[in-house]
């Protein structure tokens, strides 16, 4: 009996088992986005899906309809339901999931980097009062948490929830999604719903999918390589560590932890300093580590033992905040505003004391200027501007750079975007291009890209696509000149061309001592301004004057243009305008409104003009064409026909006339000039290369992607079997050293360098001596040397199949970057051969030492106009003055010159 009572017990606990696991293995799952809370598209069929078990059915019941369908094979379920009107709130059940607040409404997926991502917190100096009491039930943000992949597409996100506006809630919204909803809302009255995928300092080409980027190979090969777990976690790993060290360093040397935070310190033989500024333009110098500041100021009774706020600005750098030696604050980045809460009691009538110390990692740390550096307590202000005293702490090399993975093609979009697609929306809101602007060419096609990818990923080519233009930064110029900022703007301005898209302009919205500028409210109304024209097929004046077209009239460039709504501004005196003639170089310009959409530019220095720009600079102060509406023009650049390449450089038929070189290439080449080793090499664009006596040249590059110019010297070696073995080491072939001139103009990203590989093992060197914007990419940062009078920063990359002088194959990379640009001077490479030997980064035998100009989509041109190259006791090329050719004659081969 007890054998009978025991096994039927054993049967009834597994089929409740059974049914219990069968429960669980058919509970429906709903991805993140379906929510309590969630806003659906208005007028379109409501897409609905999840995940079950395979075949499992699923019921849906919603508005007293009930629809059915069923998991497939992999548990994949999909319904699409009709169209509805805005309105709400309503409820879904699907299976045993109920849920509820759902609104019907219009939905915007709101992404780019830190502009967007820009918290309404972030912004109260301004908006303060009008958050305070917000509350909307019918604005709702989802923040979807950063996420990336680079070995597939998502199916769901990581988090995130639906928020209604209220007073807290406000706070972490996008502040530009924040009011570009507001605004939508006010006029239309129906629900919004903002899906906010913003991330800081995310480059476009994060936020694009692998089918995206086929016209960009090397996103595709830096994505493939980061799809290695392994070699992710151990470059985390490795920089982790690195970080560690250095701040541990730092700690233990920094002789004012503990003790120059404190009340009482006497500060009697510290030194003055004024601030805010920087302290490398204060007489401190390039300080990396640690330094002490602090200040002394009287406090009247009515601030004592009150509640206070410390405000100081923006710091470079990060820094730890005492007031009366009570700790009130810290922040590890430079870009938050200081806004400590001083604690009752501390404040005392009389004298007080403030101490903030502050490290420092690149060198030139400070408080910016124009920011509020002040303590507020009741209805009283204290400003703090004005004479420091300051002590360093502790000195020490640059920190190790950090790479940030989310910052590498298509890993965002994998993370963040692909799990959305399913979803339908209204259209995309995108605020993005800070981190472009060293690749401005290529954002002319990375951004339309960028919108095609996502509307196909949405399966709906016409979805609006509304985006910001870069807004006003970094000071501003007294004469014309180049800007990677405005030729991003232009990229931009050139996107529209794209159908269905609205540009924001922003060029009077920003701050120049901030990158995120807290006016946010306009580029919001601005952007909801340019999606009721294309969104909502509103015929309103949404944005600025657009130029059109030019014509030259004698010495005067007349500009037509577009959008101009009740006409130009015309009371004022236009500013903002330079011409050029056939050489190049633009002067400020007269201009004047001559009719409801014709503006007449000229200047006396300029006879025949050919091109025009306006508003062409970083930050483009005073530019102030508009519209009536008052709405600002988009800066541009035009010309004459055939004048302008897409760079806005001039085209080849206008550079000078040189005279008739030795050899002139425009195709890719390599060979053997006047006793040098040289090579052109190019995959796209338009480039010259012209080879003169004594290992000089000059050249140009525009619309490339990668181009190399170099000549130099290989060393005695053969090839055998695909692979280079060469015979001498560094130190067999005797100090090598380069002299140099050059009259080096980039735009983009270029550098000056010299040049060369080595064997066993396969490395690839550089020594950086000047460049247009960039750092080696991806790459570990070993510490600093000083050589030749510079600092140098040393960084090691790998690199993976890619190709070098032994084929497609792994090798490593080592870099000398001088931190202050040099364009002429000798370059002692022996010595940088045994500084990087001392960090452990060994080379061999050398195959190729050269003079190297090379560039990354970008432009240029660069006249090496000396060129002498030492190698023991040889010297060949032309002479350090006055490019005379030295009396030593060149070797007839390599051999000759190793030996």
Known sequence: MKSINTSLYRTISLLILAVSVSAVQ?????????????????????????????????????????????????????????????????????????????????????????????????????????????????????????????????????????KSVTPSNILDFSAVAYFFAKDLYDKYKVPVGIINTGIGGSPAEAWISTAGLKNYPHYLQAARICADPAYIDSIRELESEKNSEWHTSLSLKDIGINRWNKDNTDISDWSSISLPGYWADKGVGQINGSLWLRKEFDAPASMADKTGILRLGCIVGADSAFVNGTFVGTISYQYPPRIYTIPAGVLREGKNNIAVRVISNAGRGGFVEEKPYKIIAGNTE?????????????????????????????????????????????????????????????????????????????????????????????????????SGWAELREAQRQTLTVPHTGMAVTIDAGEWNDIHPLNKKTVGHRL???????????????????????????????????????????????????????????????????????????????????????????????????????????????????????????????????????????????????????????????????????????????????????????????????????????????????????????????????????????????????????????????????????????????????????GDTTFQQYWSVRTDKKTSGTVSISEHFKAWEKMGLNLEKIYEVALCVEGYQSSGTANVYRHTLTVGDTTIGTGPENNEKLSVSPPDTARDFAE
Request: hydrophobic share 35%; proline share 5%; glycine share 8%.
């Open 26 to 162: 058919s509970a429906v799952k709903l991805p993140r986005l379906i929510s309590d809370g969630m806003i659906l598209q208005r007028d379109t069929p409501l897409q609905l899906w999840g995940w079950a078990s395979p075949k499992e059915s699923v019921t849906i019941k919603f508005m007293d309809e009930t629809y059915r369908t069923k998991a497939d094979k992999k548990g994949d379920w999909r319904i699409v339901l009709p169209a509805q009107t805005a309105g709400g709130p309503y409820t879904i059940n699907i299976n045993e999931i109920t849920i509820k607040d759902i609104l019907i409404g219009d939905v915007w997926l709101c992404s780019g980097q830190s502009n967007m991502e820009l918290p309404i917190r972030r912004t109260l100096d301004l908006y303060a009062g009008e958050v305070k009491e917000a509350s909307n039930s019918h604005i709702r943000q989802f923040r979807v948490p950063m996420r990336y992949n680079f070995q597939k597409e998502e199916s769901d996100l990581q988090g995130g929830e639906w």
């Open 382 to 482: 204290i400003d703090l501007a004005g004479d420091w005293k300051y002590r360093i702490g502790a000195e020490m090399p640059p920190a190790g750079s950090q790479t940030f993975f989310q910052y590498k093609p298509m890993g965002l979009y994998n993370g963040m975007i692909a799990p959305l697609t399913n979803y339908r929306i209204k259209g995309f809101v995108w605020y993005q291009g800070e981190a472009n602007t060293n690749r401005a060419e290529e954002y002319k096609t990375l951004l339309p890209d960028l919108i095609n990818d996502w509307r196909s990923k949405w399966d709906n080519p016409q979805l609006p696509f509304i985006y910001a233009q870069l807004p006003n930064f970094m000071k501003a110029r007294k004469q014309p000149s180049e």
């Open 528 to 806: 909801a301004l340019e999606a009721q024209r294309v969104a909502y097929s509103e015929d309103i004046v949404s944005s600025g004057p657009v130029y059109e077209g030019m014509t030259v009239e004698g010495n005067s460039i007349v500009l037509t243009f577009s959008s101009v709504g009740s006409g130009l501004y015309t009371n004022l005196d236009l500013q903002g305008f330079a011409i050029a003639g056939e050489d190049r170089k633009y002067a400020w310009a007269n201009a004047v409104v001559l009719s409801g959409n014709k503006v007449k530019v000229w200047s006396n220095q300029i006879q025949n003009p050919v091109s025009v720009r306006y508003a062409w600079a970083d930050n483009p102060e005073g530019a102030n064409l508009r519209n009536k509406e008052g709405l600002p023009a988009s800066p541009f650049t035009a010309a004459q026909p055939n004048i302008i390449s897409r760079t806005g450089e001039f085209n080849g038929d206008l550079k000078k006339t040189v005279i008739v070189p030795d050899t002139i290439m425009t195709d890719n080449k390599a060979g053997i000039h006047d006793g040098f080793d040289y090579e052109l090499w190019y995959d796209k664009g338009n480039v010259s290369m012209t080879l003169k006596e004594g290992g000089t040249f000059e050249c140009s590059w525009n619309n490339i992607n990668n181009v190399l110019f170099r000549t130099g010297k290989k060393f005695d070696c053969t090839k055998t079997q695909g692979k280079f073995d060469c015979t001498k080491t560094h130190d067999e072939i005797g100090d090598i050293s380069l002299n140099y001139g050059c009259d080096y103009q980039p735009i983009g990203n270029s550098y000056l360098c010299v040049y060369g590989w080595s064997v066993d093992p396969l490395v690839e060197f550089y020594i950086v001596e000047a460049w247009g914007s960039w750092r080696p990419p991806g790459s570990l940062s070993k510490g600093t040397v000083e050589i030749d009078g510079g600092t140098y920063d040393i960084y090691e990359t790998t690199r993976v199949e890619q190709p070098s002088i032994n």
